[in-house]
């Protein structure tokens, strides 16, 4: 996601994006630690947009 779209969003979706994130993330990390999925590649677009999130929430404030 563009940090242009997500300093649009209000901060309530901003925090519900960055439950789901992490969520998504947790499964794709626990998929590739069990061998199910080996794609590696996955993980750093998902820990990007949740630093991006983090980042926005906090200016926010």
């Known amino acids: 996601m563009q940090t242009q779209e997500l300093n649009q ?4 979706e901003l ?3 960055l439950q789901q994130a992490r969520e998504q993330f ?3 990390r626990e998929q590739v630690q069990s061998g199910k999925d080996k794609n590696h590649a996955q993980l750093s677009p998902l820990r990007r947009t949740i630093a991006r999130i983090c980042t926005i929430l906090a200016n926010h404030s």
């Open 26 to 28: 947790f499964h794709v």
């Open 15 to 17: 925090t519900t994006r």
């Open 9 to 12: 969003l209000s901060k309530e």
